[in-house]
């Protein structure tokens, strides 16, 4: 009988032991990451159906001075899709990565996200400004769909959105791959960038992609921009290649984001949409400033 006191004595003391443990934060289940390097957070999302590959080089000049988080989303670039497999991917997206900046620690971080990353990023300082110390948008638009033209609102554009996510969803193989190699030539200059570019697209699964399309298409973050005070970087791309649109580029930019408090606009001349990529140096350089 003794030893049996004993014996539950032992187990009340590990389950006590056990209850002031820390209780460990739940996985994020949208997304990936990868945590590289020691120092201050930095956070890094890519854009639609890109891999966290496409920061190779930025997480590489960082990860000796920060600690740098290279998100992965669910469904793309071959990523298994997890808690992106039906309904609104960009919104949810947002709100997981504030629970994982919250759950694990980081210390108001630096947020740089890429076109839909970018998006996500305003999204994030717009909600949860406390959690956040600056944001990095790389040519990205607060409306994506005022490139459809300057009058362009969401219930205009919802109809075209919703069928450009159905065609996408349908479309054979062959019909997408296609499509992909004709959108990436006006998006990489990058030879190898547009090559590595069109592998994660094909890899990607099409209804993710095609649902983070329309979210992105339908969502007008402009008439949120007057109230966010997080300090905002925006890089943009500007190229002769653009054509006749080259000239369109900053003044679209500087209005679309003119009611952002603090704000730095910064353009990239030579680049297309994957900056980080076509002007890797200039890229890099637009980091520094950001980060000091």
């Known amino acids: 009988m003794l030893n049996l006191f004993k014996t539950l004595a032992v187990i009340g003391g590990l389950v006590g032991a056990l209850a002031a443990l820390p209780a460990r934060a739940a996985e994020p289940t949208r997304f990936t990451v990868e945590v590289r390097g020691q120092g201050p957070d930095v956070v890094l999302i890519p854009g639609l159906a890109s891999s966290r590959a496409v920061w190779a080089e930025t997480a590489a000049r960082l990860e000796g001075r920060y600690r740098v988080h290279l998100i992965e989303v669910g469904g793309f670039a071959g990523a298994p899709v997890g808690g992106n497999a039906g309904g609104p991917v960009v919104s949810p997206l947002a709100d997981e990565i504030a629970a994982y900046i919250a759950a694990r620690g980081l210390q108001r971080p630096a947020v740089i996200g890429h076109s839909m990353g970018g998006f996500t990023a305003l999204m994030l300082a717009g909600r ?44 054979t193989p062959e019909a997408f791959e296609a499509g992909q190699i004709q959108s990436l030539a006006g998006l990489v200059k990058s030879p190898q960038g547009r090559t590595d570019a069109l592998a994660w697209s094909l890899a990607s699964d099409r209804t993710v992609m095609a649902r983070a399309m329309y979210d992105v298409m339908t969502t007008d973050l402009r008439p949120q921009l007057a109230s966010v005070r997080t300090p905002v970087t925006v890089v943009y791309a500007r190229d002769d290649a653009m054509g006749p649109g080259a000239g369109f580029v900053q003044p679209l930019y500087e209005s679309s984001y003119a009611a952002l408090p603090n704000r730095t606009l910064t353009v990239v001349d030579g680049a297309l949409h994957f900056v980080m990529l076509d002007q890797p140096d200039a890229f890099a350089a637009a980091v520094e400033r950001f980060l000091k």
């Not at 400004?129 to 919802?158: C, H, K, Q, W, Y």
Request: charged residues 20%; glycine residues 6%.
């Open 128 to 171: 949860h400004p406390d959690l956040l110390d600056r944001i990095m948008i790389v040519d990205a638009l607060p409306f994506f769909s005022v490139l459809l033209g300057l009058n362009t609102t969401v219930e205009t554009v919802t109809p075209r959105a919703a069928g450009l996510r159905d065609m996408l969803i349908g479309q």
